[in-house]
């Protein structure tokens, strides 16, 4: 049995309890129990934590680039031996099944290997001979401190996307966790405490909106990052557009998988039900909406519903059981409303996941097990709506082309995958997928740390994605400098012999 878990700050190296005494419950969802509590962080202790990290930035970005690369080194060898420890704790206040949050804790360290690799991507550019004597340089250079802000999902890989590449690249960080998702980043945190890491370069605050719009005047703030809902998203961008600051704004989903009348059933049936089940929906890239050719509807239909009669759902911890529970009692009452709707709009409700059975122990906890709708069509609520739970809708199209329309009418744009043998479909489904990211047979189109991770359309708010070049990208800026170098004993600079060049030079 964990202890009580009193959710603390972490500011300039410090461990701080709020000073606002304002603190809201942390629940295990998969018991429904209080667990421990967790600070709803005042302005005042927000924008000392970005005092903090604008005091460390001078010297941190002072830093030797290989000393910065030892840290993060550091960080991943450590998550390496505390990789259960950290595991658990996602398990426990997100209840993400246990043996899905080590995959997460996994994918964090892959990204910590790519970000060692930000030497060579944050090697500048140099044009010599502009003018005589004058050449230009341009210099990935760190901007101050960043913020970000984290959905409940994805406690530990939020954190991946976001401080490797902003402290690697020289600046300082400012994270608030998801109150219902905050114990990863209190391990964490003591983790890159105990490696060393410098005071005030990476610090935690917990809290909820009032917390990130108090970074929104702030000057000491360059940018800020989420990923969450779009509607936040768009908060966040409207906040930090007033005052000018970047930001990089993941936000919601509604992923399709189109199956082909050659899909390799096995694996389709296996891989979708990895990615609507897993993490009990909860995922910004699951498979939601099913568009399958009428070629294999009703063969694919009975497979699916045979195969999700099979999905075992239970405590996070139990090693036996597939799914876990959903965040809250409020994910779970909206996940049962969709499925209230659907009905209403007249799909058919193949699988009900309403009340499925758990252990005695956890009979207070948040289940809904797997949901399936047949017949539905692209413009129900239900194959429109971000539900964020287990309920898969499964659509009739007449080939290809039904899939891509639906996929390229949807106002998200996040994923969308194929399954199919031929290359033809391949092809087009890679090329003429409207969304960010494409899988084909694959269940879950996760970009390698190495390639950037972001969709389109209502999926993205503004242009930037996280992981690879795009995040070296975001947490620099291109500084230019044009130099004249002087001969020291000739004393003044040599007579330019391009002379317009020179003027053109200076007059812009
Ligand atoms: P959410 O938008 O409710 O909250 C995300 C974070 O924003 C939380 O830390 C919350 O405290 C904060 N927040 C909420 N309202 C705010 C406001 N008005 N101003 C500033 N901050 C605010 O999202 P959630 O329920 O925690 O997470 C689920 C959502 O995240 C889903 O929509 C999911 O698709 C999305 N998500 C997207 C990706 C992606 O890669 N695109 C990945 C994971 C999750």
Not at 242 to 259: D, P, Q, S, Y
Not at 273 to 294: D, K, P, T
Request: proline fraction near 5%; hydrophobic fraction near 40%.
């Amino acid at each position: 049995m964990t202890s009580y878990i009193k959710i603390k700050n972490h500011i300039n190296g410090q461990w701080l309890d709020e000073t606002n005494g304002q603190y809201e419950p942390l629940k295990n969802p998969s018991t429904g129990a209080v667990i421990g509590e967790v600070p709803l962080s005042s302005v005042e202790t927000s924008r000392a934590a970005v005092a903090a990290a604008a005091e460390a930035f001078p010297a941190w970005s002072a830093t030797p680039l290989p000393k910065r690369m030892d840290y993060i080194f550091k960080m991943y060898t450590a998550m390496a031996e505390n990789k259960e420890m950290l595991a658990e704790s996602i398990a426990i206040d997100q209840a993400k099944h246990i043996a899905e949050a080590r995959g997460e804790v996994g994918r964090v360290m892959e990204i910590l290997q790519m970000a060692c690799s930000i030497p060579s991507l944050i090697q500048g550019e140099t044009v010599q001979g502009i003018a005589n004597n004058i050449s230009g340089r341009l210099i990935k250079a760190p901007l101050g401190v960043f913020c970000g802000v984290a959905p409940f999902n994805f406690p530990a890989l939020v954190f991946g996307w976001f401080i490797p590449f902003a402290i690697g690249t020289g600046n300082t960080f400012v994270y608030k966790p998801s109150t219902e998702s905050p114990l990863f980043m209190q391990k964490m945190m003591q983790l890159m405490q105990d490696i060393g890491l410098p005071d005030g370069v990476v610090n935690i605050v917990h809290g909820d909106r009032e917390t990130v719009e108090a970074w929104y005047d702030d000057e000491n703030v360059a940018g800020v990052c989420l990923v969450g809902s779009t509607p936040t998203a768009k908060a966040i961008a409207e906040g930090c557009g007033r005052h000018g600051k970047k930001t990089m704004l993941l936000g919601g989903a509604k992923n399709f998988a189109a199956v082909m009348e050659d899909a390799p059933m096995d694996l389709t049936i296996e891989n979708i039900l990895m990615s609507g089940y897993g993490s009990a929906g909860q995922r910004c890239l699951a498979v939601s909406n099913i568009a399958v050719v009428s070629e294999i509807y009703d063969e694919f239909v009975e497979r699916l519903l045979e195969a999700s009669r099979n999905i075992s759902v239970g405590n996070a911890m139990d090693p036996d059981v597939f799914m876990g529970p959903v965040i809250s009692s409020k994910a779970k009452e909206r996940i049962e409303n969709y499925i209230e709707i659907g009905q209403s709009e007249g799909a058919t409700l193949a699988l009900d996941g309403r009340n499925p059975d758990v252990a005695d122990t956890d009979k207070d906890g948040y289940y809904v097990g797997p949901t399936v709708f047949t017949d539905v069509t692209p413009c129900m609520q239900i194959a429109r709506e971000e539900i964020f739970g287990p309920v898969l809708s499964v659509m009739k199209v007449g080939c290809i082309n039904g899939a891509l329309r639906a996929i390229k009418n949807h106002e998200m744009g996040n994923g969308a995958v194929i399954f199919t043998q031929n290359a033809f479909y391949t092809e087009k489904f890679i090329n003429e997928a409207d969304v960010g990211m494409v899988g084909v047979n694959v269940g879950i189109c996760a970009p390698h740390p190495y390639l950037p991770f972001g969709g389109i359309k209502g999926s993205l708010v503004g242009n930037n994605k996280v992981q690879g070049k795009d995040a070296i990208d975001f947490f620099t800026q291109n500084k230019v400098a044009t130099v004249r170098v002087v001969d020291p004993k000739a004393g003044e600079a040599a007579p330019a012999t391009g002379n317009s060049d020179v003027r053109s030079c200076v007059a812009s």
